[in-house]
């Protein structure tokens, strides 16, 4: 008798809970860790990219991840090491694409100095059980000196090789030499860029973040 009414008052509980009591637990983010060629630079955060790529995403597919965008102009690896901590800690991601090393490039940094700073951002964020992308950058050509951007391709691509992680060679494929899709600084994208590169990066960050 005592375990008819434990069930019963059991069922009772039950269908007296709220319709979304039952829900399931929201997926954990994905943080982007970029620059100012993902932060929307000098144009509206609404036509910038990585907000296009997050309003694309749930059109696809209602339950994929919220898309966390920690990016700011000027960010350099090195930054991006000193904030990881604190944003991982945050937001819990369950992965991260990384979208650094351009400023690294321009500023003189050495081959080893990118390899090794990509690296720690890349453990710091497998440690706290994140997946990990990394998102290549071909630096305009007013940027270019001393070959720093075929550099910065050749660590990008050994790094994703070496430590078996999604790779995109290339944000600004198709956009980086075409002043019209760029800002007048000749280096950022403009508004009318931002859908290529939402083009550019959907056949490799679709499936990393939904599936």
């Keep these: 008798m005592n375990l008819f009414k434990t069930v019963a008052s059991t069922l009772l509980l039950c269908l007296a809970l709220p319709a979304g009591a039952f829900a399931m637990t929201p997926a954990r983010p994905v943080?982007?860790?970029?620059d100012s060629l993902s932060s929307a630079h000098r144009i509206p955060t609404e036509s910038g990219w990585v907000h296009l790529l997050d309003r694309r995403l749930k059109a696809t597919d209602p339950s994929a991840p919220a898309l966390v965008?920690?990016?700011r102009a000027g960010k350099t690896l090195a930054?991006?090491?000193a904030e990881l901590?604190?944003?991982?800690?945050?937001y819990h991601p369950q992965a991260v694409i990384l979208e650094l090393g351009g400023n690294d490039a321009y500023l003189g940094a050495s081959?080893?100095?990118l390899r090794q700073n990509l690296d720690r951002l890349i453990d710091t964020a497998r440690k706290a059980g994140a997946r990990v992308a990394v998102l290549g950058f071909e630096l305009p050509p007013k940027l270019d000196h001393d070959h720093c951007g075929s550099r910065l391709r050749a660590v990008y691509a050994q790094v994703a090789?070496?430590?078996?992680?999604?790779?995109?060679?290339?944000?600004?494929?198709?956009?980086s030499d075409k002043p019209a899709l760029l800002l007048d600084d000749g280096v950022h994208p403009?508004?009318?860029a931002q859908h290529?590169?939402?083009d550019n990066v959907w056949s490799t960050l679709r499936p990393f973040v939904l599936d």
């Design 31 to 34: 943080l982007l860790l970029g």
């Design 190 to 192: 403009a508004v009318a």
């Design 161 to 175: 090789q070496d430590r078996h992680v999604v790779f995109l060679p290339s944000l600004m494929a198709g956009i």
């Design 85 to 90: 901590p604190t944003l991982l800690a945050r």
């Design 69 to 71: 965008n920690a990016s």
């Design 79 to 81: 930054d991006g090491i």
């Design 196 to 198: 290529q590169i939402v």
């Design 111 to 113: 081959d080893a100095q």
